[in-house]
C-alpha cells in the first residue's frame, strides 16, 4: 500500500463496474511509471503499454532504452506490459505533418498532434479494439465529470509549472470519457517520492524534453535533413537588406537569433522576425528595445484561429475567457468571436497586444482552470 495512498488516489475516477481494465501509456518516465502505480493500488486492471513510434535514423536510438525503463517498472509493479508498433501513424501524422507546416512557412506544434493522433488517437482505438476500457498517461492534466451536466471538465494539473493542458485542447468528450490522468492532481514532488517508497527503477530519472517521443533535438538541424537550406535576405521593416540567412523555411516569428545581420543600426537594438516570405526566401526583422519597447509589426490584439476543437459544449455566441498562444505563457483576457461567413474561425481580441503571435502555433483557452478548447492560429495582427 503506498503511504498517503487516500491523498494520492482521491481523485481518480473510479467507474462503474469497479474492476476497469485500463491501458497506460508508459514512456520509461517517472510520470507514467506512478500513473500504472496508482491506479493498480485504486483497484483497476492495469497493463503498460509502451508506444513504439518512428525515429528518425540520424539521431541517437533511444527508444530501446526508455522500453527497458518501462518494462522494469511493469515488473515491479507486477502488471502485464505490450508494445504497440505506431511508427507508421507517428511518420504519416505527426512527423510529415510538422514538415509540411514549416515548409509552408507556419509554426507547428508537434506535441498537439502526437497528442491528438497518437496517444488520444490510434493508441485510444488499438487499447479499445484490445479490450481495454479506458487509456491513462502521466500527462499534468485533470480530467473530472460534472455530476449535474454530465460533462468531462479537462482542469488545469494542481502543479502549474508542470501543467501539460497546453498541448491536449484537441480532446472531444468522446475521448475524455476514456482517458485518465492520474498524477494531475499531484506536485511533481509528490509524484517522486511515491516512486522512490515504492522503489520504482525512474524514480530519480530526468524529466523527457523536446520533441515528443524523439527528444531534445535542434528544430532547425531535424528540419535541414527534409528542407534544403537556402541562403536568403534579411530585410528590415522598410524592405532594406540588412543580413542574410539560410533559410525562411526554419524561423518562426518572434525568433531573436539564427539569422546574421550585416548593417547594424545606430541603436543596435535585439532584433525579432516580424515577418518571413517563403516564396522570395526572405524574413524581414524588427527591434524591441530593452525597455520592452515592441515595433508593431511584433504584435497583434486580433488572432483568427481555425481547427478549432471544444473539449465541452460548443459555444454559441461571444463570450470571454483567458488564452495562451504559447507553453507556459500567463494567461491573457480576450474575448472570443465567431467570424461571420466564415465556419470554423473565430477571432481572438486582445485588450493587451499579444508578442509574436506564429500562424501555425495553437491558442488554448480557459476559463476558471478549466481548459475549453483552442486553435490553431492563422492569422494575426
Avoid at 535576405?233 to 531573436?256: C, K, N, P, Y
Wanted: aromatic share 8%.
Amino acid at each position: 500500500m503506498i503511504q498517503g495512498q487516500d491523498k494520492a488516489n482521491q481523485n481518480i475516477p473510479i467507474h462503474e463496474p469497479y474492476k476497469k481494465e485500463v491501458f497506460v501509456g508508459m514512456s520509461g518516465g517517472v510520470d507514467s511509471s506512478v500513473s500504472a502505480a496508482l491506479l493498480k493500488e485504486a483497484g483497476y486492471d492495469v497493463t503498460g503499454v509502451f508506444l513504439k513510434v518512428w525515429q528518425p535514423d540520424f539521431l541517437p536510438c533511444s527508444w530501446k532504452e526508455e522500453r527497458l525503463d518501462a518494462m522494469r517498472v511493469a515488473a515491479v509493479l507486477d502488471i502485464p506490459f505490450l508494445t504497440i508498433d505506431l511508427e507508421k501513424e507517428y511518420k504519416e501524422e505527426v512527423v510529415d505533418y510538422m514538415i509540411a507546416e514549416y515548409r509552408r512557412g507556419r509554426t507547428p506544434n508537434p506535441d498537439v498532434m502526437c497528442n491528438k493522433q497518437i496517444k488520444f488517437g490510434a493508441f485510444l482505438k488499438k487499447a479499445l479494439s484490445m479490450g481495454a476500457d479506458m487509456v491513462a498517461t502521466g500527462h499534468y492534466a485533470q480530467n473530472m465529470l460534472v455530476s449535474n451536466t454530465g460533462v468531462y471538465e479537462m482542469r488545469e494539473a494542481v502543479d502549474t509549472e508542470k501543467d501539460q493542458t497546453y498541448f491536449l485542447w484537441t480532446l472531444t468528450q468522446t475521448q475524455l470519457s476514456k482517458v485518465l490522468f492520474p498524477v494531475g492532481h499531484l506536485p511533481k514532488s509528490e509524484v517522486r517520492s511515491i516512486a522512490k517508497r515504492l522503489g520504482l527503477p525512474t524514480a530519480e530519472k530526468k524529466d523527457s524534453q523536446g520533441l515528443c517521443f524523439i527528444g531534445k533535438v535542434d528544430m532547425k538541424e531535424f528540419l535541414a535533413h527534409y528542407i534544403p537550406k537556402k541562403t536568403g535576405e534579411v530585410l528590415d521593416v522598410e524592405g532594406r537588406v540588412v543580413g542574410h540567412h539560410d533559410g525562411a523555411t526554419f524561423f518562426t516569428i518572434g525568433q531573436r537569433h539564427g539569422f546574421t545581420i550585416t548593417e547594424k543600426t545606430v541603436a543596435d537594438m535585439p532584433m525579432y522576425v516580424s515577418a518571413k516570405n517563403v516564396e522570395k526566401n526572405t524574413i524581414t526583422v524588427s527591434a524591441r528595445s530593452v525597455t520592452s519597447e515592441v515595433d508593431s509589426s511584433l504584435v497583434a490584439t486580433t488572432i483568427t484561429i481555425g481547427t478549432v476543437s471544444w473539449t465541452g459544449r460548443t459555444p454559441e455566441s461571444d463570450f470571454e475567457c483567458v488564452a495562451r498562444i504559447r507553453y507556459r505563457q500567463p494567461l491573457e483576457k480576450c474575448m472570443v468571436r465567431p467570424v461571420v461567413g466564415k465556419n470554423g474561425l473565430f477571432e481572438l481580441h486582445f485588450p493587451i497586444p499579444q508578442f509574436a503571435a506564429s500562424a501555425g502555433q495553437s491558442v488554448v483557452l480557459y476559463r476558471d482552470g478549466v481548459c475549453l478548447g483552442g486553435g490553431i492560429i492563422e492569422s494575426a495582427v
